[in-house]
T-cell receptor, first 107, second 113 residues
Framework: RKEVEQDPGPFNVPEGATVAFNCTYSNSASQSFFWYRQDCRKEPKLLMSVYSSGNEDGRFTAQLNRASQYISLLIRDSKLSDSATYLCVVVDYKLSFGAGTTVTVRA | SQTIHQWPATLVQPVGSPLSLECTVEGTSNPNLYWYRQAAGRGLQLLFYSVGIGQISSEVPQNLSASRPQDRQFILSSKKLLLSDSGFYLC????????????FGEGSRLTVL
């Protein structure tokens, strides 16, 4: 089993829609979790950290489910500019990246 | 403010040729430094990380090597490239501790022909 797994998508959604996707991890001792955003042929950049209690940053909501060992990202009111690949990062003694979930928002 | 520079941005090399990718960080001291590779449609694979000058840890056996000759300089090298070395190489830095945010360079796209 891979350390971190993501549905690769792509998720094709119209502007204004809500899209959500998960990331599962194998190590129950993992301590920190992040979502990164990567635009096509660019470097990843931190989107948001994921806190145990869940957290929001504008239209983005991240949640952690320790019992089922997954984190989620929900994007509300999708914009064209949200089109990107979203990478989850799980930290135990090292950082492990998922392969990414591609989201395409269409007009 | 901290910045990270990585070059060259694009590289096309023949099989068997050498490789040198360079990365420098400015605006911070004693950063943790990383080299990642991202193959098409796959996640980031950690190749090397360094917690200090001359200290290099390798995550996977491969055709590549890394060096850290100065505190804020990280170099990825190969003596003889293989076709399988093609990919998108990313340098990154973080402050101490595995839980910190990673800051990536703009990446180097290597095509081995």
């Amino acid at each position: 089993r891979k350390e971190v797994e993501q549905d690769p998508g792509p998720f094709n959604v119209p502007e204004g829609a809500t899209v959500a996707f998960n990331c599962t991890y194998s190590n129950s001792a993992s301590q920190s979790f992040f979502w990164y955003r990567q635009d096509c042929r660019k470097e990843p950049k931190l989107l948001m950290s994921v806190y145990s209690s869940g957290n929001e940053d504008g239209r983005f909501t991240a949640q952690l489910n320790r019992a089922s060992q997954y984190i989620s990202l929900l994007i509300r009111d999708s914009k064209l500019s949200d089109s990107a690949t979203y990478l989850c990062v799980v930290v135990d003694y090292k950082l492990s990246f998922g392969a990414g979930t591609t989201v395409t928002v269409r007009a | 403010s901290q910045t990270i520079h990585q070059w060259p941005a694009t590289l096309v090399q023949p099989v068997g040729s050498p490789l040198s990718l360079e990365c420098t960080v400015e605006g911070t001291s004693n950063p943790n430094l990383y080299w990642y590779r991202q193959a098409a449609g796959r996640g980031l694979q950690l190749l090397f990380y360094s917690v200090g000058i001359g200290q290099i840890s390798s995550e996977v056996p491969q055709n590549l090597s890394a060096s850290r000759p100065q505190d804020r300089q990280f170099i990825l090298s190969s003596k003889k490239l293989l076709l399988s070395d093609s990919g998108f190489y990313l340098c990154a830095w973080s402050l101490g501790g595995a839980g910190g945010e990673l800051f990536f360079g703009e990446g180097s796209r290597l095509t081995v022909l």
